[in-house]
């Protein structure tokens, strides 16, 4: 009897007209490192009495879509998770290249379907009414870049099929840790240790009363964009940013070359007071937890700039 493996998973994305409605024809089949995505429905204990020590067969509950996919940071696939966190970009063509951009604040978000397959059982779960909610990146020195995004659905279908069509396989182009840069005002941030930046839609279910248990909807509420900065302490200027309560740019990026690269960019930053704590003979290290909010003159929180050679309709 044949088992289900990991290697052998596949995730499949297409995103609906209707919500909560899976789309026909052929998705994009996605690279991913890990998927917990989802439906549980638990149960509730019968509270009644007067029948006996052994309590009665317990009712099922209410059902919940909800879950996390890892994938890699990749200058074509992971344009699409972006579309899903925050709409669909404004694509340009540059000539040699193609910019797209999202931005945070937008009143609606799409919907998806998406479907993990095991093809050695054969069993496929597609996920319906997905949303984007969160999205976290961590910047170190060494390793494979990867994002971490948070999903919330409505509903769940096991079929013995793929429901994906032929699945549509785009350039598969990985980025590595030692690619990636973090900037300060526009300037190379130095003796940076590690970062990591977190952002959330803040996704709010609508717990609606009907038969089936399903949630009528997802409505984005207020956004979120959160992080750390650790850096070696060789100056005090983070510290008199935050004393100063200086606003702040900040760039992250991962870049392969000038036609292939990927920038997230804040421009209204703060950062905390924090102790430059003495602990033993090493280096002194101090870790700020920053905090975003919307910029009056660029009318955003959050850009997020993705340079690749794909004419943008993939993100529509």
């Known amino acids: 009897m044949a088992r289900a493996t990991g290697a052998s998973a596949q995730l499949l994305l297409k995103k609906e007209s209707a919500y909560g409605t899976a789309p026909s024809g052929n998705y994009y089949r996605m690279p991913f490192i ?63 290249h193609h910019q797209h951009v999202w931005k945070s604040g937008a009143n609606t978000l799409p919907s998806y379907s998406i479907e993990i397959g095991h093809p ?16 976290a990146l961590n910047f170190e020195r060494s390793g494979a870049a990867q994002a971490v995004i948070g999903l919330t659905g409505q509903d769940e279908a096991k079929n013995s099929s793929s429901q994906g069509g032929t699945p549509v ?59 750390s900065v650790t850096a070696r302490f060789d100056s005090t200027q983070l510290y008199d940013d935050a004393v100063n309560d200086t606003e702040l740019s900040l760039e992250f990026a991962y870049t392969i070359s000038a036609t292939s690269k990927l920038v997230i960019l804040a421009n209204n930053v703060r950062m905390p007071i924090v102790k430059q704590s003495v602990e033993g003979p ?16 660029d009318t955003y929180m959050l850009a997020v700039t993705l340079l690749n050679d794909l004419d943008g309709t993939q993100y529509t």
């Not at 980025?175 to 003796?191: D, H, L, Y």
């Not at 090493?282 to 003159?297: C, K, L, N, V």
């Open 34 to 96: 890990g998927c917990s995505l989802g439906l549980n429905q638990g149960l509730i204990d019968d509270p009644v009495i007067g029948r006996g020590r052994d309590p009665r067969t317990p009712f099922r509950d209410v059902k919940t879509v909800e879950g996390d996919a890892t994938v890699p940071v990749d200058m074509r696939y992971l344009g699409l998770w972006l579309t899903a966190l925050f709409g669909a970009p404004v694509s340009t063509d540059q000539t040699t």
């Open 282 to 297: 090493a280096g002194i290290e101090a870790t700020f937890d920053w905090r975003a909010a919307y910029d009056e003159s």
């Open 120 to 135: 050695n059982i054969p069993a496929y779960f597609l996920n319906k009414g997905v949303c984007g909610g969160t999205m």
């Open 169 to 227: 396989d785009l350039t598969y182009t990985r980025v590595s840790q030692f690619q990636g840069s973090i900037k300060r005002n526009g300037t190379a941030f130095s003796n940076v240790v590690s970062a990591a930046l977190n952002f959330s839609n803040n996704l709010d279910p609508v717990n609606v009363i009907r038969s089936d248990g399903l949630i009528g909807g997802i409505d984005p509420t207020l956004s979120e964009l959160t992080g």
